[in-house]
């Protein structure tokens, strides 16, 4: 005889198929909930992140937000052989000095032998794999000795920091002579 | 506490009111992005970016690291360091000194990332120095990033005009794009504990600004510009005729940085 199946007989069938519906559903909303809402906006990021990102703080800015107040350095800084030189690199940066327009600190201001360490940073011959089309190298202290100065002497004591060659062509002109390998 | 129960009681739905609109208030200005606190008397470094605010510019941007130039002052790693506050011992980009002794053995050396410049000689090379040159890194920001492909949760991107970025709410720092990028131009940043990488300054490109250190480079070592405007600077140099290679271009990744005047030695 054929054994008749009553519905109870499916009941864990059933409850199966309840369970996975139930956490389906609940899968679902919790997706729903975790997900950012930009999520997939564009791709599988934030869509919101690309906000985010073009608000992220600008504190470096260019030698001309310097210029605007900062006159009669500009008027030397952008004649001279250093005018590609950033004012920052030096200085620190515009945010630390200026903040939503208004001054907010002093900048520093590098004296004495930490001049020299900066001009070295750059000019210091010692160190083969500058370039010379980029840059002028100088040998320390066989420059002093070649130009005939006291050994002590910073490097700010005949160059102006600004534009290097200022008070070096002043001189040149004042002694009525011509100044060798002169760059533009 | 007591106060408050008092409002209540005077007028449930005047108190509802309140809080319900204060709360949607408060959190509509938070979704509202400040505005950008530039000036807007800086002089537009990228023509057409200003006014700008699709999510994808039309632009492809590319990147010239020019190494003949590059004298390794450092001061792209200054500006760096200045604008995103990197802590310390990590880079987002940094300076590479490549020496090359005549028996073709290369010595590499990058002291605190080029941070502090390079004040000292190598001392430790055994013949003579056949050829020595600086070597900037940063993100190559690939064609096909390797990165973006083992986030497992999203969060680093590949934006349509090239960028590759990383959403720093949705990282969970478990570090698979930093064993992933074949450049290590990622680290893990030990204060928020989620990746991070040079963008090539998003931000200030999007606002009309070269990247900081492109800016700041006195040699001018560092070139950024957009390939489809014929007239750019990078155009012009990567379809004349000069010596360009990408770094480990076998990984595969296409990147969109380029060096000019780059040795085969370097890796």
Known sequence: MEKKYKSSDYAHVLRLAVIIVVAGVLAVFARGMFLPDTMGQYGHYRGSDLVDQR??????????????????????????????????????????HITDGKYVAKMPVKRDMEIKTLCLRCHNKIIRARPEESIKVVAMPQHLEEKKVNIAHNCNQCHMVHDPLLWVKAAYDMMGLEMKGEKK | MIDIKKEIQKDRRAFIKNVLSGTIAGSLLMVIPAGAALDERLPEQLPGMRGDDSPFTEKKFAFVVDVTACIGCGSCCVADKNEYNVPDGNYRTWVERYVIDDHDEVFVDSPNGGLDGYTEPRKDIPYPVRDTFFVPKLCNMCEKPSCVQVCPVGATYKT????????????????????????????????SRTAEKCTWCYSRVRQGLLPACVNVCPVHARKFGDLNDKTSEVYKILREPHVISVLKPGMGNQPALHYLGLRREVV
């Open chain 1, 55 to 96: 608000n992220v703080e600008i504190r470096s800015h260019t030698n001309e937000s310097c210029y605007e107040c900062h006159r009669p350095i500009r008027l030397i800084h952008k004649a001279g052989v250093h005018k590609t030189v950033s004012c920052e690199f030096c200085h620190g940066p515009y945010a630390d």
């Open chain 2, 160 to 191: 349509e005009d090239g960028f590759i970025l990383i959403d720093k709410d949705r990282c969970v720092g478990c570090g698979y794009c930093i064993q992933a990028c074949p450049y290590s131009v990622r680290f893990l940043n030990p204060v």
